[in-house]
Antibody, heavy 120, light 108 residues
Framework: EVQLVESGGGLVQPGGSLRLSCAASGFTFSSYSMNWVRQAPGKGLEWVSYISSSSSTIYYADSVKGRFTISRDNAKNSLYLQMNSLRDEDTAVYYC?????????????WGQGTLVTVSS | SYVLTQPPSVSVAPGQTARITCGGNNIGSKSVHWYQQKPGQAPVLVVYDDSDRPSGIPERFSGSNSGNTATLTISRVEAGDEADYYCQVWDSSSDKVVFGGGTKLTVL
């Protein structure tokens, strides 16, 4: 069974940093590209970042570029999101999502999310 | 940047057909994916590549895509289908994933 479990969320002050993790199991993690997607309270889904299976290709949303860094450790079956210079508007539930097995531009499995709250 | 436009809400009676649209410039040239999200839960992929269904998704869920509009169709709507629905594409011109604003489906 495919499982994605996010961790690392919490309360942080504006300007602070946080590192999110996503532990993957039930599939060959090293064969799949991964994404981070966030959802602010009461709002819609917003894509944050993408990383290819070998980490050779990385993309970011304009809203986080230069502040967030996506990475992965295939030996540990883990995905990460380093978030620096956090702003109030970064407050959201952050989901990790696997690129689709049948369509690489979709996301076929999602974690349950971890809440990041940026507030003083 | 590429923009996907969805109606904020759609209402339908049980047993009827719900159609949720997703508008975008020449969206027919892109692969459109649809997600269902119930309150407090993670999104679930219900249609990928315009009209394919992942395993475990009922045949009542179908999709189409042409011109400037993609459509998610839910036949014989049930109370359990009440949720937010999001369309999504990959915008190759900007190398970004784009989500629509979401549509709240209410079952009357």
């Amino acid at each position: 069974e495919v499982q994605l479990v996010e961790s690392g969320g919490g309360l942080v002050q504006p300007g602070g940093s946080l590192r999110l993790s996503c532990a993957a199991s039930g599939f060959t993690f090293s064969s799949y590209s991964m994404n981070w997607v966030r959802q602010a309270p009461g709002k819609g889904l917003e894509w944050v970042s993408y990383i290819s299976s070998s980490s050779s290709t990385i993309y970011y949303a304009d809203s986080v570029k230069g502040r967030f860094t996506i990475s992965r450790d295939n030996a540990k079956n883990s995905l990460y999101l380093q978030m620096n210079s956090l702003r109030d508007e970064d407050t959201a539930v952050y989901y990790c999502a696997r690129d689709g097995a049948y369509s690489s531009s979709s996301a076929d499995y999602w974690g349950q999310g971890t809440l990041v709250t940026v507030s003083s | 940047s590429y923009v996907l436009t969805q109606p904020p809400s759609v209402s339908v009676a049980p047993g009827q057909t719900a159609r949720i649209t997703c508008g975008g410039n020449n969206i027919g040239s892109k692969s459109v994916h649809w997600y269902q999200q119930k309150p407090g839960q993670a999104p679930v992929l219900v249609v990928y590549d315009d009209s394919d269904r992942p395993s475990g998704i009922p045949e009542r869920f179908s999709g189409s895509n042409s011109g400037n509009t993609a459509t998610l169709t839910i036949s014989r709507v049930e109370a359990g289908d009440e949720a937010d629905y999001y369309c999504q594409v990959w915008d190759s011109s900007s190398d970004k994933v784009v989500f629509g604003g979401g549509t709240k489906l209410t079952v009357l």
